[in-house]
C-alpha cells in the first residue's frame, strides 16, 4: 500500500525566510504532484513533476524529485503572506491508473 | 478557461437523510474521480470512471454511497442514509491522461456535507 508522508504538518514563518517542505512516499512511482489549498477552498495544482530529477519553479515556490530517494521538496524562497495556505503532495499509484494518494498536508503560516 | 463543476456548495442534512452531490467535469475529460476530504486531512479516493464504466470504487462504503456516470459525462454521488461520520468535504476531480497525455487532475469547489 502506498503511503505518502509530509513534514512538517506545521509550519510558521516570518516573510522574507526560506523553508522546504518535504514529502516521502513508500513505493516506487513516476509522478508526483503538488497542491495548494486556501481555507473552504478546492485544490489548486501547483506543479507535475513526471520524472527522476526534475525541478519546477513558479514564482517563490520550487519543488524537486528524487524518485530514487522516494522524495519530493517544495522549497520556499522569501515567503510572503500571501503563501500562507496548506500545500499537499500527491502520488501517482502507478500501474495505469492515474489515481492519486495524498499526504496530510502541510499547513504554512506566514507571518509578517 | 473550463472548470469542473460541482453542485451544492454546501448541504446540511440530517442523519439518516438521502443526500446527492452533482459534478460536471471538463469537457472532454473521461476520468472523474470523486475524493472526500476529512477536515484536517488529505482527500482520499472514493471512485474513479472512466467514461460511464467504474475503474475502481473499493473504497466507496457500498452499503451507503452509490455513483453513476450514465452518459459518461456528469456524474452524481448519493448517500443513503447520511451518518454523523460522513461530514466532510466532497470534491470532484477529473482528467484526460489516455487521451491528452496530460495527467493533472482539475478539482472542482468541492461539496460541504454537514451531517447533525
Known amino acids: 500500500e502506498l503511503k505518502v508522508e509530509q513534514n512538517p504538518l506545521f509550519l510558521s514563518m516570518q516573510e522574507g525566510k526560506n523553508y522546504t517542505i518535504y514529502c516521502n512516499y513508500s513505493?516506487?512511482?513516476?509522478?508526483l504532484y503538488w497542491y495548494r489549498q486556501d481555507p473552504g477552498k478546492s485544490l489548486e495544482s501547483l506543479f507535475v513533476?513526471?520524472?527522476?530529477?526534475a525541478v519546477k519553479q513558479e514564482g517563490r515556490l520550487m519543488a524537486s524529485l528524487d524518485t530514487k530517494a522516494r522524495l519530493s521538496t517544495l522549497h520556499i524562497t522569501a515567503a510572503v503572506h500571501d503563501l500562507s495556505a496548506t500545500y499537499f503532495c500527491?502520488?501517482?499509484?502507478?500501474?495505469?491508473?492515474?489515481?492519486?494518494?495524498f499526504g496530510k498536508g502541510t499547513k504554512l503560516s506566514v507571518i509578517p | 478557461e473550463a472548470e469542473v463543476a460541482q453542485s451544492p456548495r454546501y448541504k446540511i442534512t440530517e442523519k439518516s437523510q438521502a443526500v446527492a452531490f452533482w459534478c460536471d467535469p471538463i469537457?472532454?475529460?473521461?476520468?472523474l474521480y470523486w475524493y472526500r476530504q476529512i477536515l484536517g486531512q488529505g482527500p482520499e479516493l472514493l471512485v474513479q470512471?472512466?467514461?460511464?464504466?467504474?475503474?475502481?470504487d473499493s473504497q466507496l462504503p457500498k452499503d451507503r454511497f452509490s455513483a453513476e456516470r450514465l452518459k459518461g459525462v456528469d456524474s452524481t454521488l448519493k448517500i443513503q442514509p447520511a451518518e454523523l461520520g460522513d461530514s466532510a468535504m466532497y470534491l470532484c476531480?477529473?482528467?484526460?491522461?489516455?487521451?491528452?497525455?496530460?495527467?493533472?487532475?482539475?478539482f472542482g469547489p468541492g461539496t460541504r456535507l454537514t451531517v447533525t
Open positions: 476531480a477529473s482528467s484526460s491522461p489516455f487521451t491528452s497525455g496530460s495527467y493533472e487532475q482539475y
Open positions: 500527491a502520488v501517482d499509484r502507478g500501474a495505469g491508473s492515474y489515481q492519486l494518494t
Open positions: 469537457s472532454g475529460h473521461a476520468t
Open positions: 470512471f472512466q467514461d460511464e464504466s467504474v475503474v475502481d
Open positions: 513533476l513526471l520524472s527522476n530529477g
Open positions: 513505493t516506487t512511482s513516476d509522478r
